[in-house]
């Protein structure tokens, strides 16, 4: 089973609307990442967190961590089309420096998200 | 460069053909990344470099592939023996940090679409 859970696994939703889009993790976070992927592009970096309850936006889009329950949501507000593409979480789960053998990150299998004008 | 800049966006070859991806990572990186994106499959993890050597080489996913790195910089991930089900689409990623990804996340390119046909 994949190590790191995303859902829904796509979504249409009309412009204007608000989503979340969730990601959840099988082990201890140690940092959380939220990327964007248009077709045919790398991944564009959106937002970090590192500590439980942390929150962070950036235009209208807000990302926090449930520490805890070892999951992060990622919410779009009034959505656009220019939001469609796909988004991803990665995650930073056996660091070097928490003692870890590699600083590689696992990514979900991502979120495509369509909007409709 | 200012991105990780990978080379050839697009490359097409015959089966049992081998082929060689090329990754330039942002100067002064020491942490180079591979990873592998097929349809409908996230971002599968490749091979971690650390400087010049691979501490973590776990996802390459047979012996047909290798990767080196030089000067602490460029990075070529080479398939041999090219397989259909090779096709993908191969994403470099650099990052800033030493010890632990926690920090600074990574910066991708925008990979190569590798076809083989």
């Known amino acids: 089973s994949q190590e790191l859970e995303q859902s829904p696994q796509s979504l249409i939703v009309q412009e204007g609307k608000n989503l979340t889009i969730n990601c959840t993790s099988s082990k201890t976070l140690y940092g959380l990442y939220w990327y964007k992927q248009k077709y045919g592009e790398g991944l564009i970096f959106l937002m970090m967190?590192?500590?439980?309850?942390e929150e962070k936006s950036h235009e209208k889009i807000t990302a926090k961590l449930d520490e805890k329950k070892q999951q992060s949501s990622l919410h779009i507000t009034a959505s656009q089309p220019s939001h469609a593409g796909i988004y991803l979480c990665?995650?930073?789960?056996?660091?070097?420096?928490?003692?870890?053998?590699?600083?590689?990150?696992?990514f979900g299998t991502g979120t495509l998200l369509a909007v409709q004008p | 460069g200012a991105g990780v800049s990978q080379s050839p966006s697009n490359k097409v070859t015959e089966k049992g053909k081998d082929v060689e991806l090329r990754c330039d990572p942002i100067?002064?990186?020491?942490?180079l990344y591979w990873y592998r994106q097929s349809l409908g499959q996230g971002l599968e993890f490749l091979i971690y470099f650390q400087g010049n050597s691979a501490p973590d080489k776990s996802g390459l996913p047979s012996d047909r592939f290798s990767a080196e790195r030089t000067g602490g910089s460029v990075s070529t991930l080479t398939i041999q023996r090219t397989q259909q089900e090779d096709s993908a689409v191969y994403l470099c990623?650099?990052?800033?940090?030493?010890?632990?990804?926690?920090?600074?996340?990574?910066?991708f390119g925008s990979g190569t679409r590798l076809t083989v046909v």
């Open positions: 990665g995650a930073d789960i056996a660091p070097y420096l928490y003692g870890g053998a590699t600083n590689k990150l696992i």
């Open positions: 100067s002064g990186h020491t942490a």
């Open positions: 967190l590192q500590k439980g309850g």
């Open positions: 990623a650099s990052s800033l940090v030493r010890h632990g990804a926690a920090n600074y996340g990574y910066t």
